[in-house]
């Protein structure tokens, strides 16, 4: 593989972690939550789908008609039962409880579908490539990977920008307490918010799943690099999940290309890099800053 | 005159601290009045507990004939209560015409729009695109009082609107608040400023240490009973 190539296909890698990165940064810009579980309720959409296109005998594609809308109740019913008691609590028992569900449904999905590797069909798109020249070959799967991850951030942003559901959600993540005093039923946005976080996981659980094998731990390992992703995007920032995502699926492949072992330390080392540099020189963001969450009260 | 909103006995706490004891009055439909008294005697905690940013540890809390006592802040907002808090509480990073629009959505149908809103405060007009927080104090007052109208509350709940502003701000800010009153809303506000208060309210209710120690309308009170009350001077009285 080339540098070209290794740049190209880093930034379609980055397509993947910024969709499953997308919801993480929704739930933490509304609601300061760092959702644990996130990786695992993605890996659930995967599973899901599993079990659909196994019975009914769809693609994986057309599963998303009922994974993506159970994920929407999924995700409200999360919230309303179980993160908004938890939020009342303080800002760390949420991580807790994140991290319980996290270890909840990986055992769950070990206990129903076997520890065993499963994965989705991709179907025909999944042998076809653009060949650049000789040396690149760009996969149509992977673009359109990094399409979807493009319309669901362009989406979210364009939502929150233009939209009355859009303005409630940033006002109740300004200030919940004020956005109940204009009206707004902060803990029904919230509920939205998490559906929608969650409705974005188990899509891109489904997208991970056709791209690669998974296990029920591999919740864990995903939601790392989506947790980077976020970081290196500026917390909480749509824009900048993207950014982040693409920042580290380059990083991760360049340092491939030095030496197969650097795959995943290139990537740490660019995202402890952000970490130190926005936290000793207070640099924030990769150029984009269009953060939807600004907590400093006028 | 048939009460728009009528407390009774309503005992409201901030953990130990007992912030409202016993407080009992009205507020008719379309009456102005106002609420005076020292620092700490209990007034924002009473209006954030009549708006619901409160639970009431006791008492009740009537609007329309219907108890409202339990009900959350934003269906509030529905029935016709709106409140500008204090220190404004813009959300600053929502332009100015986002913060009014913000309010409409769960508001009661009426005569308030963003035109009109923008209308009686001309000064927001050439600011819709600015982001609330680097709006002067008056500007975010302006914006503040839009966003409660936006609701098109039957009760305006106003915590010092006058606080952090300049003489002539503050001036324009009740001019426009005048404005108001012709159309028939009710308000219920807080007020440092004695003169100013007795001046724009058809009744005073003044508080002391979580009651209510004197209550009067406009004509029957003087400024030195108010003032004794205020401070807990004398043994003032007044009926209502």
Known sequence: MTWVSAIVHGILLGGVYALLASGLALMFGVMRIINLAHGSLALVGAYMSFLITEHLGISPYLSLAIVLPGALIVGYALQRTVLERSLRAGPLVPLLTTFGLLIVIANLLQYFFSPDVHSLDEGSIGLKAISVSNELAIPWFDVLTFGVAVVVLVGLQLVLRYTQVGRELRATAEDADTAELVGINARAVYARATAVAVATAALAGVFYGMRSGFDPNAGASELLYAFEAVVIGGMGSLWGTLVGGVVLGVAQLVGAQINNEYFALSGHLVFLVVLVARTALGVRGVGFRIRFVRRSVA | ?????????????????????????????????????????????????????????????????????????????????????????????????????????????????????????????????????????????????????????????????????????????????????????????????????????????CMLEGRIVLEGSRGELTREQVTDAYFGLGRAEATA
């Open chain 2, 1 to 205: 005159m048939k009460p728009l909103l009528s407390v009774d006995e309503l005992d409201v706490r901030h953990g130990l601290l007992q912030a409202v004891r016993q407080v009992s009055f009205e507020v008719g439909e379309g009456e102005t009045l106002a609420l005076v008294g020292a620092n700490g005697a209990g007034k924002t905690t009473l209006l954030r507990a009549i708006a619901g940013a409160h639970r009431p540890a006791g008492g009740r809390i009537r609007f329309d004939g219907r108890d409202i006592t339990t009900l959350a802040a934003h269906r509030r907002v529905r029935r016709g209560i709106a409140l500008v808090p204090e220190g404004r509480r813009l959300f600053p990073g929502l332009t100015v015409e986002e913060n009014l629009r913000v309010a409409a959505g769960a508001g009661r149908d009426g005569a308030w729009d963003l035109e009109r809103v923008l209308e009686v405060f001309p000064l927001l007009a050439p600011l819709r695109r600015t982001r609330a927080a680097s709006l002067s104090g008056g500007e975010q007052q302006a914006t503040a009082i839009g966003r409660a109208l936006m609701t098109n509350p039957r009760l305006l709940l106003l915590d010092e609107v006058s606080l952090g502003l300049a003489p002539v701000v503050v001036e324009r800010v009740y001019e426009s608040i005048a404005g108001l009153l012709e159309g028939g809303v009710a308000i219920l506000l807080v007020e440092q400023d004695l003169a100013r208060a007795m001046r724009v309210a058809d009744r005073v209710v």
